[in-house]
């Protein structure tokens, strides 16, 4: 068989790294266990993160009518439970800073007694605010109950004396009405919104960290075969037989895990997963040219950790690009994750599907058309490097 015939046969590389994976076993290792483990870890994490009803003790000094429905409203609002009464103001502080409840409400001996002599009555709320989604529930939840008792004792202390009743009376104290919509980000949940970006990250790095790996381990084990030179199709078939392991780890994360941790609804997992694979695919040139350097498996290790937090960054995705530096603008342009990001923000909180991301799949189309060229260049300028290099070492040997 010809030389240049035998790079494009199927059984040659990918049967060849099939049973290299087999037989070392820590590659294939990798590629199973990684795309499963670490989002399952992530979503184990986060999962206490997601909005749910938050807890709430009450000191009510007053012992009321008003404080006592002010009591009931708290416990009917949807983000905020009371779950006891304590008996002192340092009980109160010390179950919030326990994280037995996430709030604190004190209602003194004369809150009553204000109000009726049109005073304005005193409230102290202590809240948790080391985590920003508990505060946010619960601020809300306490908000529009005080707004609302309020709005109910103006209109008892001023527009019913007056002869004015019913609706009437509701409009003539509060007179406007707002319905608040939270368009973006519509749980308040943090983790809602962050996990997509980290489960994406995940399969990218795994597409950059398992053909280098792979190929230096290879060439850690095998002294033949870290004097052959790999073409950019051999790697190709290399990389074709890890990315059906990751193909199956993002099925088990978007068909799986995701309705399970519910992180997402309907048929945006799936929506999402379209848009990793595409991703996947788009990355193989720059997995192949980043894997020409790997003579050792720890190499690749070095390179990920090194730059998982810059893509990480560079994404777009907490980091908005009109916020960036106008000289670090131009370099998201190159990183394939950066049009991931923005197409995950459509398709999870806009509503949006694969369909609709055609400048994002474009902007992957190009990237790929970029990555090849590049990869091209470097294994054709190592495999020019490599004979020079051994035969320097002949020359001079190390001391």
Not at 9 to 25: H, L, P, Q, V
Not at 40 to 45: A, E, Q, V
Not at 202 to 210: K, P, R
Not at 392 to 397: E, G, Q, S
Request: hydrophobic share 50%.
């Amino acid at each position: 068989m010809k030389p240049w015939v035998e790079h494009f046969c199927f059984w040659r590389s990918f049967g060849d790294e099939a049973k290299f994976a087999t037989i070392a076993f820590i590659p294939l290792f990798i590629s199973i266990v990684l795309p499963i483990a670490y989002p399952l870890f992530m979503s184990l994490t986060y999962a206490n993160q997601s909005v749910v009803e938050r807890t709430a003790v009450v000191l009510d000094a007053d012992n009321s009518a008003h404080s006592r429905d002010m009591m009931l409203s708290i416990d009917a609002t949807q983000g905020l439970s009371i779950k006891r009464r304590v008996d002192t103001l340092e009980e109160g502080i010390q179950a919030v800073m326990s994280r037995e409840a996430d709030a604190f409400v004190f209602f003194p001996d004369d809150f009553s007694a204000k109000i009726k002599r049109l005073e304005r009555g005193d409230m102290k709320v202590y809240v948790y605010a080391t985590n920003m989604m508990i505060y946010a529930a619960t601020l809300t939840a306490l908000q529009e109950t005080v707004l609302h008792k309020n709005v109910s004792i103006a209109v008892e202390q001023i527009a019913n004396p007056k002869g004015v009743t019913g609706d009437k009376a509701y409009n003539t104290i509060d007179p406007i009405q707002y319905d608040k919509h939270i368009l973006f980000s519509p749980s308040l949940a943090y983790s809602t919104y962050i996990t997509p970006i980290l489960f994406c990250l995940v399969f990218h790095q795994m597409g950059l960290l398992i053909l280098g790996f792979s190929v230096g381990f290879h060439r850690e084990r095998d002294k033949s075969f870290a004097k052959k030179n790999l073409w950019l199709v051999d790697y190709f078939w290399r990389y074709l037989f890890y990315a059906l392991f990751i193909g199956l780890g993002t099925a088990f994360v978007y068909v799986y895990l995701c309705p399970l941790f519910a992180w997402h609804r309907g048929d945006t997992p799936i929506e999402i997963m379209k848009l990793i694979w595409v991703m996947v695919a788009c990355n193989f040139p720059l997995a192949a040219a980043l894997a020409s350097f790997c003579r050792t498996r720890y190499t690749a290790f070095q390179l990920i950790l090194g730059t998982t937090l810059i893509f990480f960054t560079l994404s777009g995705y907490v980091w908005p690009h009109y916020a960036m530096p106008p000289w670090i603008q131009p370099a998201t342009q190159f990183l394939a994750i950066d049009p991931v990001a923005q197409g995950i923000i459509k398709i999870a909180f806009k509503g949006a599907t694969f369909a609709d991301c055609n400048r994002e799949v474009a902007h992957l189309i190009r990237l790929f058309a970029i990555y090849t060229a590049l990869a091209l260049v470097v294994i054709h300028r190592r495999q020019i490097a490599r004979p020079f290099t051994r035969a320097w070492h002949k020359i001079r040997p190390a001391k």
